[in-house]
């Protein structure tokens, strides 16, 4: 932390499935005192599947959150805080997607929302397809689509497309791997 700021306490708020609230007491350097959320997350891994003709695999699933219907790439929260991105973005693909496979590269890393949790996301492109089975957790309810790169670029634009992992993963993809205009 910086000088002008300290975190004089830490208490748990809340412990939950997939994230620990915390209330944090800050102090700064002119005397005040305030409190502050934090949200601790173990992690994510998501993955961009690149079909042989260029299309992108998206999923659509509900997101209680929003309480409607959105689209993604696939993605999951680390099953350890320890394991490899790579092998959550593998598991996952397979899991959403029915496809595997053995060509992962790392795309990129993002934070989710800097503000007040500590969410990372590794973020790979998965190219060279093989089919597989779609295993879906219980209550995971998925549909799979394939996209072109056109495609998803207008429908971030549109608004239709608003998660932040995907916003970032299909820009950054077609920056780094496709001459793609609109």
Same mark, same amino acid.
């Given at each position: 932390?910086?000088?002008?700021?300290?975190?004089?306490?830490?208490?748990?708020?809340?412990?939950?499935?997939?994230?620990?609230?915390?209330?944090?007491?800050?102090?700064?350097?002119? #005397?005040?005192?305030?409190?502050?959320?934090?949200?601790?997350?173990? #992690?994510?891994?998501?993955?961009?599947?690149?079909?042989?003709?260029?299309?992108?695999?998206?999923?659509?699933?509900?997101?209680? *959150?929003?309480?409607?219907?959105?689209?993604?790439?696939?993605? #999951? $929260? @680390?099953? *350890?805080?320890?394991?490899?991105?790579?092998?959550?973005? *593998?598991?996952?693909?397979?899991?959403?997607?029915?496809?595997?496979?053995?060509?992962?590269?790392?795309?990129?890393?993002?934070?989710?929302?800097?503000?007040?949790?500590?969410?990372?996301?590794?973020?790979?492109?998965?190219?060279?397809?093989?089919?597989?089975?779609?295993?879906?957790?219980?209550?995971?309810?998925?549909?799979?689509?394939?996209?072109? @790169?056109?495609?998803? $670029?207008?429908?971030?634009?549109?608004?239709?497309?608003?998660?932040? $992992?995907?916003?970032?993963?299909?820009?950054?993809?077609?920056?780094?791997?496709?001459?793609?205009?609109?």
């Amino acid at each position: 932390m910086s000088e002008e700021i300290r975190r004089v306490k830490r208490e748990l708020a809340y412990h939950g499935t997939v994230v620990d609230v915390y209330k944090d007491y800050m102090e700064f350097a002119n #005397g005040s005192t305030e409190e502050w959320d934090y949200i601790h997350h173990n #992690g994510a891994a998501a993955v961009v599947p690149v079909l042989d003709d260029g299309r992108i695999l998206m999923v659509t699933q509900y997101r209680n *959150a929003l309480d409607r219907m959105t689209l993604e790439i696939p993605a #999951g $929260k @680390l099953d *350890a805080p320890d394991e490899p991105g790579i092998e959550c973005a *593998a598991r996952e693909l397979e899991e959403e997607t029915g496809y595997k496979s053995d060509h992962l590269e790392w795309l990129l890393t993002l934070r989710t929302t800097v503000a007040l949790c500590n969410e990372r996301i590794e973020i790979f492109v998965a190219k060279d397809l093989k089919p597989s089975k779609q295993k879906l957790d219980e209550g995971e309810y998925v549909t799979v689509k394939a996209y072109t @790169l056109e495609e998803l $670029k207008r429908k971030i634009y549109a608004g239709e497309i608003e998660d932040s $992992k995907t916003v970032s993963a299909v820009l950054a993809y077609g920056d780094r791997f496709a001459a793609c205009k609109m």
